[in-house]
């Protein structure tokens, strides 16, 4: 979550993750009502709000850390700041801060075309949610219309880490893989935290794994001593690195 | 999208189903106690010097509130739809009651997200609740209102869609929601028209109702909307004063924005974060509003105006002494500006006020404020 739980912690907690190896930074731009998000997130978003953080200030951070580190970046948010600052000044910004993509939950693609529009003309990728029950017909025109990665959510819910994959979990890569047919790479995401979540993901076919929640929670457990969180969210993502290089066995 | 494709589908074939409408008629007649009266408020007429003081009764209705007209609609289509548990969130706790009666009544399991902030304010809805069967979910996210409460049952019901169905509350929400709640509610026009033309022999001047989501507004608002003489007035919670934060009302004073999967009129920031909101009646406590009223606002058929806390208590006041009607404080802010509003019209003129619900619930809260 951007600038959870102030700016300055916000910038070495990312810079450990690059550092342990993720291969995408999924930056969570807060809005105070996040439907979409479980706990978790909700609190983070709620830390970074009363830490002052806004969609702009987030922004320019982001700015100087694509200075620093070449993976892209891809925000995640909520329609209405988006609208609050103008589509196409919010994309204009992102571009011009090194912003690759974009996903929000709560602007579903049939209401989306000048969304869309705006985005690729700022060369921002708009990338579409699939669910579980998601029709045929509709994934079909998600992948038409998904740019960069196809997120998969994989549960019936909320954002937040669980002990287990949900029982949809692989079949729904499964069937997403076999509609997206090399099309667009898929991302699965939503209570994903465990290395070996990743590696049964990817083993059945999804070309990412999208984890949130558990990164966040490990910021939220160390409010009281920040230093710390950056060693224990390096040592997260590397072993979530690890399993996602064993997918051959 | 998959399960509002679903209702929608479902809702449309339903609703224009001559059984399932005869059996929703039967439980509204003789379950819900429809029609309700249209009565003349002589007094409060007399009081207010200028035209005839209508009032809708809907606070006669089973469970105090227009609430009922929904829920028996909503729960009866989750039957139908093979969901045997359903979700709902409340404010003032009367929508929460309305579904813990139609799903006692109909046999459904009904779980309730309700505000904690509201729960304290409103705790005898909590009892009444638990009473019929339902079970209470205390929501602490938030500002711990409404809001919050509508967040909480939209990540239950994305959670549990298969066998679960949200009945929301107001014309609120994603399509099919405005639309359906809006066709539920309208009856109560339908009966006003009726009646104030049977009584009065000519349409009002002027319907006058509260707007929170703004269902019972729209409600009553709606078979009027082509007699484009009968002016139609929301009126939204002025709350403490007009300063952000102070009040709920997003027509008057907030802007275009999307929150709850709808477009509309919002009360939020510069940056898009969402207001807070105050007001004495926790049914009107809401940041956002119906898309349709948004919508006839700015085609210049409704006029919004805001009436304060204690213009809503005032009125409260009021209208249990000069009536011995305790309006629910909801409801007050529409007897409050209908009061001023009968000075402009002659005495032979009439106006509607929709007593969308009964005070019993407040009760408790005015006596700890103005303990005189």
């Not at chain 2, 005839?52 to 609430?67: C, S, T």
């Not at chain 2, 309730?112 to 809805?125: A, H, K, P, T, V």
């Not at chain 2, 477009?263 to 009646?281: N, R």
């Not at chain 2, 619930?361 to 005015?366: A, G």
Request: some cysteine; overall charge neutral; glycine content about 10%.
């Amino acid at each position: 979550m951007g600038h959870d739980p102030d700016p300055k912690a916000f910038v070495a907690n990312v810079t450990s993750l690059v550092e342990g190896g993720a291969d995408i930074l999924e930056v969570g731009i807060p809005f105070s009502d996040p439907v979409a998000d479980g706990p978790v997130i909700q609190a983070a978003g709620t830390r970074a709000l009363s830490a002052g953080a806004t969609p702009q200030k987030i922004f320019d951070t982001i700015g100087e850390l694509s200075l620093q580190f070449t993976v892209p970046v891809v925000i995640l948010t909520y329609y209405n700041p988006i609208l609050a600052m103008g589509i196409e000044k919010f994309m204009r910004n992102a571009s011009d801060n090194g912003v690759n993509g974009i996903v929000v939950p709560d602007l579903p693609l049939e209401e989306g075309d000048r969304f869309r529009e705006l985005a690729l003309k700022h060369n921002i990728d708009s990338i579409y949610l699939a669910a579980p029950n998601t029709s045929a017909k509709r994934l079909v025109s998600i992948v038409d219309k998904s740019k960069g990665f196809l997120y998969l959510v994989s549960l019936y819910g909320v954002t937040g880490p669980r002990d287990a994959l949900s029982s949809q979990a692989l079949e729904t890569v499964k069937r997403v893989k076999s509609l997206a047919n090399g099309r667009i790479p898929v991302s699965a995401g939503f209570g994903i935290s465990q290395p070996e979540h990743i590696s049964s993901l990817l083993r059945a076919g999804a070309d990412g794994a999208i984890v949130g929640s558990a990164l966040v929670r490990t910021v939220a457990e160390h409010l009281n001593d920040p230093e710390e969180a950056p060693n224990h969210l390096k040592k997260t993502i590397t072993a979530l690195k690890q399993a996602s290089k064993q997918r051959g066995c | 999208m998959e399960p509002l494709r679903a209702l929608e589908e479902a809702y449309n074939r339903f609703s224009s189903d001559p059984l399932f409408k005869k059996e929703l008629a039967r439980w509204l007649e003789s379950f819900a106690g429809r029609p309700t009266p249209l009565y003349l408020a002589a007094n409060l007429s007399r009081h207010a010097e200028g035209a005839k003081i209508y009032l809708k009764r809907e606070d006669l209705l089973h469970g105090g509130a227009h609430k009922i007209n929904n829920t028996l609609g909503q729960a009866l289509l989750a039957k139908k739809m093979g969901k045997r548990r359903i979700i709902a969130e409340t404010g003032a706790g009367q929508h929460g009651v309305a579904t813990a009666i139609a799903c006692a009544a109909l046999r459904l399991k009904a779980e309730i997200f309700m505000g904690s902030e509201d729960m304290g304010r409103q705790r005898l809805n909590v009892y009444r609740m638990k009473a019929l069967g339902a079970q209470v979910h205390p929501v602490e996210s938030g500002s711990k209102t409404l809001k919050d409460a509508i967040n909480e049952a939209l990540r239950d019901w994305v959670t549990n869609v298969e066998d679960t169905y949200y009945l929301l509350g107001s014309v609120v929400g994603p399509h099919p929601y405005p639309t359906m709640v809006r066709d539920f509610q309208s009856v109560i026009g339908r009966e006003a028209r009726r009646q104030i033309l049977r009584q009065e022999g000519k349409l009002p001047k002027a319907v006058v109702a509260c707007v929170g989501g703004g269902s019972n507004s729209i409600g009553i608002f709606h078979d009027f909307l082509n007699d484009l003489e009968v002016k139609l007035y929301g009126v939204e919670a002025g709350g403490h004063d007009m300063s952000p934060g102070k009040h709920a009302a997003p027509l008057v004073a907030g802007r275009e924005g999307v929150l709850h999967g709808m477009m509309t009129y919002v009360l939020q920031d510069a940056e898009g974060q969402i207001e807070s909101t105050q007001s004495i009646s926790a049914g009107l406590d809401y940041p956002a509003v119906g898309p349709e009223h948004s919508y006839l606002m700015s085609v210049g058929r409704t006029k919004y105006v805001t009436q304060t806390d204690s213009e809503a208590v005032d009125a409260f006041k009021q209208l249990s002494q000069l009536e011995g009607i305790m309006p629910a404080l909801e409801p007050a802010h529409a007897i409050s500006y209908a009061t001023k509003l009968a000075k402009t019209f002659r005495r032979e003129d009439s106006i509607i006020v929709n007593l969308s619900g009964r005070g019993d619930k407040d009760v408790e809260m005015i006596a700890r404020q103005f303990p005189q």
